[in-house]
């Protein structure tokens, strides 16, 4: 079972895309999924609820309720969890002995890099992350490549303690496709697997986490 915790001292980073964008992609390669949403804002579990007449349909878990790692299937193979807006390290350091990596989407932003850098820093020094027994990186998110401020935020990410991991591009697409339960990974038109590829370097360093 791989367990993956997204997580972010902000809100507004695409957090929650993130998190339904990974659980629809194993949910549609056939993997047994659960969604954990930690945030009371609920918006993973209605994306759930929205999904549930699919094929490739993610069970949510309300991870806000006590006892809710002991509601997990045991035939459950994938299982995301998407922490609350505004986590502390303190926060994500009781998740660390249940999950295999954290991700943390950025935002190229100055205000969001100087937001998240103390955070980034901070979990990059938790034992288990320092030590490798659970994977930490950087998902760079929303970008748009061809402009100068991307880049140098990008360069501000790259110097940040934990590695970038994947670089994902700006498009509305996310938003009309979570709007309906669904993911980029459920259309095939030749534009959205453009942005599916996004993703491909993310899922191989996943991988290295099972």
């Given amino acids: ?23 629809a992609h ?15 804002l609920a918006a993973s579990r209605h994306w759930c609820e929205r999904r549930a007449g699919m094929a490739s349909a993610v069970l949510p878990i ?10 997990i299937p045991d035939g459950a193979q994938r299982v995301i969890i998407d922490t609350a807006a505004g986590s502390t390290v303190e926060d994500i350091e009781g998740f660390l002995d ?15 890099l100087e937001a998240s850098s103390p955070f980034v820093q901070g979990l990059a020094q938790l034992a288990r992350i320092k030590r490798d027994k659970v994977g930490g990186g950087l998902v760079a998110n929303r970008l ?3 402009t100068h401020g991307t880049q140098l935020a ?14 994902i591009r700006d498009t509305q697409g996310y938003v009309m496709a979570t709007g309906l339960g669904k993911s980029l990974f459920d259309y095939h038109s030749e534009a ?12 191989r360093w996943l991988k290295k986490h099972d």
């Fill in 1 to 23: 079972m791989r367990k993956v915790l997204i997580a972010s001292c902000k809100g507004g980073c695409g957090k929650t895309t993130l998190a339904t964008h990974l659980a």
């Fill in 26 to 40: 194993d949910a549609i390669a056939g993997f047994n999924t659960v969604l954990v949403d930690c945030d009371r």
């Fill in 62 to 71: 309300d991870g806000t309720r006590r006892g809710w790692r002991e509601r």
């Fill in 98 to 112: 249940f999950v295999d990596a954290v991700l943390v989407p950025v935002l190229p932003s100055p205000f969001d």
């Fill in 144 to 146: 748009r490549p061809w």
């Fill in 154 to 167: 990008l360069e501000q990410m790259r110097q940040m303690a934990l590695p970038v991991v994947a670089e």
């Fill in 192 to 203: 959205v697997r453009g942005h599916q590829d996004d993703w491909k370097p993310l899922l």
